[in-house]
Antibody, heavy 118, light 110 residues
């Protein structure tokens, strides 16, 4: 059974960098695409970006200048860095697995709430 | 990229059918059969219900079905049950290899 678990600080100060890690168990990170998706409190889902284990990435154009997604295949983990955060970046951040050809998100982590506040 | 457009809410009595629309543009929903649907009960992570417009993953009841015409995809829940009450989101692959989600629809079982 594939499981994804987000981890990282729950509180980040404005203008600093938000960093989260997703640990994958039950499958190899080298077989799929992996995405970050966020959801501000009471609002809808927003795709942040994806990564393939080779390091190939693509990001939401509205966040592209501030986002970096990277992979550590030795630990079966991938990570999100979002720089220069503001209160608008406060959200539950989910990591999710994507099938290579189907382009859907078939497994999700439970989500991690990150609050941006001084 | 703009979010796909969904109705804010739909409702129905147990046993009835409800349909949720998801309207995009020619460079996302209109160009690809890579539309998926997600169910999100309050306080939980989204769950995949439909992929590639009309396919159900293992374990999803056949009461859930999907379709697409032009730039609009639809999710139909037949034989509505109390456990179907949740928020539903569509998602589409786009021409610039990104993904866009719908605005979300709250399904209420009366």
């Amino acid at each position: 059974q594939v499981q994804l678990q987000e981890s990282g600080p729950g509180l980040v100060k404005p203008s600093e960098t938000l960093s989260l890690t997703c640990t994958v168990s039950g499958d190899s990170i080298s077989s799929y695409y992996w995405s970050w998706i966020r959801q501000p409190p009471g609002k809808g889902l927003e795709w942040v970006g994806y990564l393939y284990y080779t390091g190939n990435t693509n990001y939401n154009p509205s966040l592209k200048s501030r986002v970096t997604i990277s992979v550590d295949t030795s630990k079966n983990q991938f990570s999100l860095n979002l720089s220069s955060v503001t209160a608008a970046d406060t959200a539950v951040y989910y990591c999710a697995r994507q099938q290579l050809l189907r382009r859907d998100f078939d497994y999700w982590g439970q989500g991690a709430l990150v609050t941006v506040s001084s | 990229q703009s979010a796909l457009t969904q109705p804010p809410s739909v409702s129905g009595s147990p046993g009835q059918s409800v349909t949720i629309s998801c309207t995009g543009i020619s460079s996302d929903v209109g160009s690809y059969n890579r539309v998926s649907w997600y169910q999100q009960p309050p306080g939980t992570a989204p769950k995949l219900m439909i992929y590639e417009v009309s396919n159900r993953p293992s374990g999803v009841p056949d009461r859930f079905s999907g379709s697409k015409s032009g730039n609009t995809a639809s999710l139909t829940i037949s034989g509505l049950q109390a456990e179907d009450e949740a928020d539903y989101y569509c998602s589409s692959y786009t021409s610039i290899s990104t993904y866009v989600f719908g605005t979300g629809t709250k399904v209420t079982v009366l």
